[in-house]
């Protein structure tokens, strides 16, 4: 499937281009936008571009959001980012929806709308800043683990047939984190995690080679 | 020493909320500010306030700049905060100085002008939305790690004496994930980190109990 990016501002723009350092091929890649130069940009990134307002079903639709392997909204309005999750969430209620919001009280009523995962980039950029008073280097530690460049990667996948039965801290792709089970997110320190089991999502920290 | 906050909007005061967090005492955070409202806002914080304009020599030295632990620049304008950072630069060369910038463009500029630590919330917010595509959980581990609530912390600290000798995997406090040693940085998958030498800085993961 394809994914959508309601919004090529900054945070839209930087989300396609690291799908595209993640493997995303352009053609996957679908930008709705308005504004003309924001546009242009995403053209010059060799994504598809429609010219439409995403807080509208047509919009949705013609997009193919039914389809979609995930829904972008980054209009960078937040009354705007919560029509179109609430609109997008009513067409298509499964497709994941990362929503982002830039008031901390709007980011209950994102969820509310639909949202599956909230991110609010002024919270984001408040905790890197308290952490750096803490640790000059945990900031770039994230921001090493969030992208895919760097020396590191935060990955997630599923567990390996080969891998079942193992414990988390034996994995030899890289070292496991958290071990997603069904509802359950297991601690690398718990017991849990001392054994993969079928159907396991692992977090990992992969280095780059 | 006092941390001084100079810009008390979405992303400064999303610091000094984590900042009291973590353990810092509203008497050791100074917010300078010029709007009304959001230095009402830090004043409910219980924080030390000034009226004054960041950019200015005189408001750095009536903060006590050069006695600073660190200096978070978050004005909301990249000219501004640019501009802060060479001020404060310049009289304080050694503060440690956390600025954040809107716009890529300006990310190289702020570190020529002085800056330890670039934050650029739209571009950290790119990276979680596209991360969040390629694997759900990430951009919330990644917010957990960077949050002292939750499950677990990203956390930076000197080796302890007894631990030297022993390797990084076996640290007791949480999982270990690279070594600060002078100019280098060991990744936990690499040589250096199976020896803990003296000095050494560590970064890793601490479950929150
Ligand atoms: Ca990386
Ligand atoms: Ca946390």
């Not at 493997?23 to 890649?29: A, D, H, K, W, Y």
């Not at 546009?39 to 919009?59: C, E, H, Q, S, Y």
């Not at 980054?74 to 919001?101: C, E, F, K, N, Q």
Request: hydrophobic fraction near 45%; glycine fraction near 10%.
């Amino acid at each position: 499937g394809h994914i959508i990016v309601a919004g090529h501002g900054e945070s839209g723009s930087q989300a396609v281009s690291e799908l595209l350092r993640r493997g995303s091929l352009p053609q996957e890649i679908l930008v709705i936008e308005q504004n003309e130069k924001a546009r242009a940009a995403a053209v010059a990134l060799g994504v598809n571009v429609m010219d439409a307002d995403a807080t509208r079903n047509a919009t949705l639709e013609a997009a193919r959001l039914k389809t979609a392997r995930a829904l972008i909204v980054s209009t960078g309005r937040d009354d705007t980012s919560i029509l179109v999750t609430l609109t997008a969430h009513g067409l298509a209620p499964d497709v994941p929806i990362r929503t982002v919001i830039r008031h901390v009280d709007n980011e209950t009523l994102a969820r509310t709308a639909g949202a599956d995962t909230v991110i609010n980039p002024a919270s984001f950029a408040g905790l890197l800043l308290a952490g750096a008073c803490h640790g000059p280097h945990t900031a770039d530690y994230l921001a090493d683990l969030a992208a895919t460049d760097g020396r590191v990667s935060l990955n997630e996948r599923p567990v390996a047939p080969t891998e079942i039965g193992k414990s988390l801290a034996d994995l030899e792709s890289g070292l496991g984190l958290r071990i997603y089970r069904g509802e359950l997110a297991i601690g690398f320190w718990e017991d849990g995690a001392r054994t993969l089991k079928p159907g396991d999502m692992i977090v990992e920290i992969v280095p780059n080679s």
